[in-house]
């Protein structure tokens, strides 16, 4: 038989088998916890800093103090990718409160649990066309940034898990959820861009997104382009008209949007300068560094440093 996956857990390698966390477990019981989605491409982790910092920051955010340092953190990461012998893969790294009893008083928790799991993935990304989509404006709201902000990466992902179940049933790809006053926010896991007569825009962060690592390497990488990226209110109405819209995140990728609502944007498939994007985000993710080399060196802090800003 094959031998099966290594996950980390809590300090020490399990076999997938084995590997699981208390029915007690508060992540379990009340999604009390934070997670991070992460992608290494040829042997390099994308963007691993910017995913660490995140994760210390949704941690701050929820009052949970994590056991090891962001550096401890960041080698566990490239260990588990090399207990696996991965080079291209999706790491998910996940940090609860941890074991607790069936009250939500997180207090009663001493211990975060920590585990991260990878496993191979190749990428969508290269030469040919970006993959496209039909997505439908949701009739759930986006939780309020004063309420479960998505600013925070939570394991509480109800509001696009329902949103994901009603484009489920209406048999779109994927649903677009406005903020509580009726703007744009982003898709149920992605973050979202529209292009109009070849300026791009993108909803700013008071429309309780959450700050994708990919939406802000694609900014920047627009910015090299000559083409400045708008952090605005965007309304359904410019969806809509929009000449081009794309979703970006670390699985989806760079994903062209071919329909909001059934009504077509632009031709109907991917435009010129989603393309663009799509292309040189491709490229992009095979520099070295843009990510922390995963076989290089046994120090995560070493390595971390080395990503550049
Ligand atoms: N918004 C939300 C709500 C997300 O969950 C993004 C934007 C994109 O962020 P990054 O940092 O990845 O560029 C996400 C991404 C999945 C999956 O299976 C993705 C996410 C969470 C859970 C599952 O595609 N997060």
């Known amino acids: 038989m094959d031998k099966e996956p290594l996950i980390y857990l809590d300090g020490r390698f399990v076999e997938k088998s084995k590997a699981s966390v208390s ?7 009340y999604g009390d916890g934070i997670f991070e989605g992460v992608r290494a491409y040829n042997g390099s982790v994308f963007r691993l800093v910017d995913h660490i910092d995140r994760l210390y920051d949704s941690a701050k955010s929820i009052h949970l103090t994590l056991p090891m340092t962001k550096e401890e953190m960041t ?7 090399r207990k696996n012998r991965l080079k291209d893969a999706y790491i998910r790294l996940v940090v609860t409160r941890g074991r607790g009893d069936l009250g939500v008083d997180p207090s009663l928790c001493k211990e975060p649990t920590v585990f991260i799991i990878a496993e191979p993935m190749a990428s969508n990304l ?3 066309e970006p993959r496209v ?13 004063d309420a479960t902000s998505h600013e925070i990466k939570s394991l509480n992902y109800m509001n696009s898990i329902l949103a994901k179940i ?13 903020d509580h006053r009726g703007f744009v926010s982003e898709a149920s896991v992605s973050n979202i861009f529209l292009v109009k007569k070849g300026r791009i825009s993108t909803p700013s962060s008071g429309a309780g997104i959450l700050h994708g690592i990919t939406r802000a390497r694609v900014i920047r990488l627009c910015l090299d382009l000559g083409v400045e990226v708008q952090e605005r209110d965007v309304t359904p109405f ?30 109907g498939g991917a435009g010129l300068l989603t393309r663009r994007i799509y292309q040189e985000f491709s490229k992009m993710v095979q520099r ?17 440093a080395r990503q550049k800003a």
């Open 23 to 29: 029915v007690f477990d508060h992540g379990l019981l």
């Open 75 to 81: 080698g566990a990461v490239l260990e588990t990718l």
């Open 126 to 128: 290269g030469p040919k």
């Open 133 to 145: 989509v039909r997505v439908m404006v949701s009739s759930v709201r986006r939780d309020a940034v």
């Open 166 to 178: 009603e484009a489920n049933n209406a048999g779109a790809d994927d649903a677009i959820l406005l």
């Open 238 to 267: 410019d969806l809509v008209t929009a000449d081009e819209v794309f979703l970006v995140g670390t699985k989806a990728e760079v994903v062209a949007v071919a329909s909001v609502n059934g009504s077509k944007i632009g031709q």
């Open 288 to 304: 070295p560094e843009e990510g922390t080399p995963i076989y290089e060196s046994e120090s995560g802090q070493r390595l971390s």
